[in-house]
């Protein structure tokens, strides 16, 4: 159990940029999550994957995020045409289906819109 | 709907003193309750979880939680302090298994004081 890993921990970019965020999951772990924290909040959730397959979506998922696990592996998570409001920290987790389901979180991507 | 409320956004004891966090629930259907940690630049970490099986549950950490129905409360305690025990704690409330599903409180920053 390596632990889930996202990369890179930190992304300052300019606003309208495109960034894109990487998660690795424990390994034998089928579901994923994407969560937004901001200052001072808990983490929101965005979407999640069960395998290849994204499941749920929130409504605070923009048209210009999107995300991705090919494979069911790891998966990505990219903002287009970035917003200060996009400034955030986004976490990602990994958990097993079931009634004892345990999320294990990343250490996170902290993204700054200028 | 699904919410929860962490009452204090600020807790500040002296190392060895009691630790009690507070937080309320809202659910329409019996709830999962969640309490997780967060050290600086560090993912969430799951510290107890109550899923009905019993009301005091022990954590990690020599933390506990009681689950009050008639009160709506999942308070976290511990009976002493330790310097190390100084992060964010985050309640959270799921009306299922699924992270998805799982809505977080803004969070309780403990501060212990030597």
């Known amino acids: 159990d390596t632990g889930v890993s996202q990369d890179p921990r930190h992304k300052i970019t300019k606003r309208g940029q495109n960034v894109t965020f990487r998660c690795d999951p424990i390994?034998?772990?089928?579901?994923l999550y994407w969560y937004r924290q901001t200052l001072g909040q808990g983490p929101e959730f965005l979407t999640y994957?069960?395998?290849?397959?994204?499941?749920?979506k929130s409504r605070l998922l923009s048209d210009r995020f999107s995300a991705e696990r090919p494979k069911g592996s790891f998966s990505t998570l990219e903002i287009q045409r970035t917003e200060q409001g996009d400034s955030a920290m986004y976490l990602c987790?990994?958990?097993?289906?079931?009634?004892?389901?345990?999320?294990?979180f990343g250490s996170g991507t902290q993204l700054s819109v200028l | 709907a699904q919410s929860v409320t962490q009452l204090g956004s600020h807790v500040s004891v002296s190392e060895g003193a009691l630790v009690l966090l507070r937080c309320n629930y809202s659910?329409?259907?019996?709830?999962?309750l969640f309490w997780y940690v967060q050290y600086p630049n560090q993912g969430l970490q799951l510290l107890l979880k109550?899923?009905?099986?019993?009301?005091l549950v022990k954590g990690i950490n020599g933390f506990e939680a009681e689950f009050k129905k008639s009160e709506t409360s999942f308070h976290l305690t511990k009976p002493s302090a330790h310097m190390s025990d100084a992060a964010e704690y985050f309640c959270?409330?799921?009306?299922?298994?699924?992270?998805?599903?799982?809505?977080f409180g803004a969070g309780t920053r403990l501060f212990v004081k030597a």
């Open positions: 987790a990994s958990g097993t289906r079931g009634v004892n389901e345990k999320l294990f």
């Open positions: 390994s034998e772990h089928n579901r």
């Open positions: 994957f069960q395998n290849e397959a994204q499941l749920e």
């Open positions: 659910s329409s259907v019996p709830p999962y």
């Open positions: 109550y899923t009905s099986a019993a009301t």
């Open positions: 959270a409330v799921s009306e299922g298994t699924g992270g998805f599903k799982t809505i």
